[in-house]
């Protein structure tokens, strides 16, 4: 019930109720109120904010068996290798919105013969260490900038190496 309540919440009302909860995690320059709207759906009362979204300050420590994902057909062969791949890719682009983020990777993905899920499993697990994220990898990729996407790979890379 209490989901259903804050999924249904007027956007104003909701972001006076979660932004302190934000506050309360993230330190970074980043957009608060995209990060406190990625989780509207997904929480089922206000302190859950916290846990979703901390990995946008810092990714978790994490085993790279995270990269293995039978539904995208990866492991971490195959990860270590997308990740090289996208790497060049994202140094790249210039727009790093969101919307730009999912074109460039699924046309890169659809000219590698790459499912999209096999191409956005991998960056999502770089940029959350998380198995689960209130949001899409060219989402995330969007909110944490390219600077900070490309450090996330980067460790990746180094992680899987």
């Known amino acids: 019930m209490n989901g259903q309540y804050i999924a249904a919440m007027d956007e104003e009302k909701y972001l006076e109720k979660a932004l302190p909860y934000v506050k309360e995690v993230i330190t970074k320059d980043l957009d608060l109120k995209h990060i406190a709207l990625m989780c509207k759906s997904r929480i089922e009362v206000f302190p859950d904010i916290t846990e979703k979204i901390a990995f946008f300050e810092k990714v978790p420590a994490y085993d790279k068996a995270m990269?293995?994902?039978?539904?995208?057909?990866?492991?971490?062969?195959?990860?270590?290798?997308?990740?090289?791949?996208?790497?060049?890719?994202?140094?790249?682009?210039?727009?790093?919105?969101?919307?730009?983020?999912?074109?460039?990777?699924?046309?890169?993905?659809?000219?590698?013969?790459?499912?999209?899920?096999?191409?956005?499993?991998?960056?999502?697990?770089?940029?959350?260490?998380?198995?689960?994220?209130?949001?899409?990898?060219?989402?995330?990729?969007?909110?944490?900038?390219?600077?900070?996407?490309?450090?996330?790979?980067?460790?990746?890379?180094?992680?899987?190496?």
Do not use: H
């Open 67 to 161: 990269y293995v994902n039978k539904k995208a057909k990866c492991d971490e062969a195959s990860s270590l290798q997308l990740l090289k791949e996208v790497s060049s890719i994202l140094e790249d682009q210039e727009d790093f919105s969101n919307d730009a983020l999912f074109e460039t990777l699924s046309a890169f993905g659809k000219d590698k013969g790459y499912k999209t899920n096999f191409v956005m499993w991998p960056l999502r697990t770089a940029m959350s260490g998380l198995p689960s994220t209130p949001g899409g990898a060219t989402e995330l990729m969007s909110v944490l900038g390219k600077e900070e996407s490309l450090k996330r790979i980067q460790s990746a890379i180094d992680l899987l190496s």
